[in-house]
C-alpha cells in the first residue's frame, strides 16, 4: 500500500511564497512522474506542473515562471516552491505519484493521489 503526504500549505498574502511537499512512503518498485494539481471551488482540477524521474517538468502556462517544481528521488518527495502568489491561485493542491508495481513477470503502473492541501492567497 501507498501513501502520498502532502503538506506545506496555508494562507499567504499576494506576492508571498510557500513550498509544499508530497512524500510517499510504502511497498513498490519505482516511481515515475510526480505531480501537482489544483482544484478552486466550482472548477475542474488542473494540472499545475509535473516531473519525470530523470527531472523533466512540465507547467501550467498560468504558473510559469513563477512555481518550480523538484524532487528528491531518495525521500520519494516531490516539492513545489510557489511566488509570487496572486489570489487566483488559491485552490486544494494535490499531489500524485505515478508508480510502478514489479509482479515476479510484469510491471504495472498506478497513479496514487495524496490529501489535498489548502493554500489561500489573500489580496
Known amino acids: 500500500q501507498v501513501q502520498l503526504v502532502a503538506s506545506g500549505g496555508g494562507l499567504v498574502q499576494a506576492g508571498g511564497s510557500l513550498r509544499l511537499s508530497c512524500a510517499a512512503s510504502?511497498?513498490?518498485?519505482?516511481?515515475?512522474?510526480m505531480g501537482w494539481y489544483r482544484q478552486a471551488p466550482g472548477n475542474e482540477r488542473e494540472l499545475v506542473a509535473t516531473?519525470?524521474?530523470?527531472?523533466?517538468?512540465n507547467y501550467a502556462d498560468s504558473v510559469k515562471g513563477r512555481f518550480t517544481i523538484s524532487r528528491d528521488n531518495a525521500k520519494n518527495t516531490a516539492y513545489l516552491q510557489m511566488n509570487s502568489l496572486k489570489p487566483e491561485d488559491t485552490a486544494v493542491y494535490y499531489c500524485?505519484?505515478?508508480?510502478?508495481?514489479?509482479?515476479?513477470?510484469?510491471?504495472?503502473?498506478?497513479?496514487?493521489w495524496g490529501q489535498g492541501t489548502q493554500v489561500t492567497v489573500s489580496s
Open positions: 516531473i519525470t524521474s530523470g527531472g523533466s517538468t
Open positions: 500524485s505519484a505515478d508508480i510502478t508495481y514489479y509482479g515476479g513477470s510484469y510491471y504495472r503502473e498506478y497513479k496514487y
Open positions: 510504502g511497498s513498490f518498485f519505482s516511481i515515475n512522474a
